[in-house]
């Protein structure tokens, strides 16, 4: 079983759309949980850290579900900017593990 | 300025004949890591190191070794190039206590004929 599973999309949106992401992960033992944005092959960057609680960042707002085990990513009022695969990052105790990546496109 | 340097970014290859992919960070992070990125298959982990001497198997490690002789330099030796190593590699270095973000190079394209 993989450590991180991520719907590789992709999701065509229209400007203005609220897009969510889902990510599901297998050890219950995973302390930390981030989401990244990777731009057309070139290298991942931090878009956010997630937080039990929840937390939000402008548009961006980022939850972790520890019972059941997954975490989610919604964009509100998308920008044609937000286009970029957004990859799910899991850490428990061997390493930081990626999902495959959500590949999101926003429309005019 | 806090990076992890890779070298190098574009490297063409013939089947047989060994190389190194350098990987350097100034951030004295304990964790670092190799990626291959493959279309439909993501961020796969090849090697890891917790720390100096210390390196362990990601997922797919075959084909591939690594040393961490020093905290800063993560190298990744592929002893016999083969066609399926064709990919983009990325390393990544962490501050693992702390568990915060982790910083990535820019990316090694290479391509094994």
């Known amino acids: 079983r993989k450590e991180v599973e991520q719907d590789p999309g992709p999701f065509n949106v229209p400007e203005g759309a609220t897009v969510a992401f889902n990510c599901t992960y297998s050890?219950?033992?995973?302390?930390?949980f981030f989401w990244y944005r990777q731009d057309c092959r070139k290298e991942p960057k931090l878009l956010m850290s997630v937080y039990s609680s929840g937390n939000e960042d402008g548009r961006f707002t980022a939850q972790l579900n520890r019972a059941s085990q997954y975490i989610s990513l919604l964009i509100r009022d998308s920008k044609l900017s937000d286009s970029a695969t957004y990859l799910c990052?899991?850490?428990?105790?061997?390493?930081?593990?990626f999902g495959t990546g959500t590949r999101l496109t926003v429309i005019p | 300025e806090a990076q992890v340097t890779q070298n190098p970014r574009y490297l063409i290859t013939v089947t047989g004949k060994k190389l190194t992919v350098t990987c350097s960070q100034n951030?004295?992070?304990?964790?670092m890591s190799w990626y291959r990125q493959d279309p439909g298959l993501g961020l796969r982990q090849i090697y890891y190191?917790?720390?100096?001497?210390?390196?362990d198997k990601g997922d797919v490690p075959e084909g591939y070794k690594v040393s961490r002789k020093e905290k800063r330099n993560f190298p990744l030796i592929l002893e016999s190039p083969s066609p399926n190593q064709t990919s983009l590699y990325f390393c990544a270095s962490m501050q693992w206590r702390s568990q915060t973000e982790a910083f990535f190079g820019q990316g090694t394209r290479l391509t094994v004929v």
């Open positions: 190191s917790m720390n100096v001497e210390v390196t």
């Open positions: 951030m004295n992070h304990e964790y």
């Open positions: 990052v899991v850490s428990p105790t061997r390493g930081i593990f």
């Open positions: 050890n219950s033992a995973s302390q930390s």
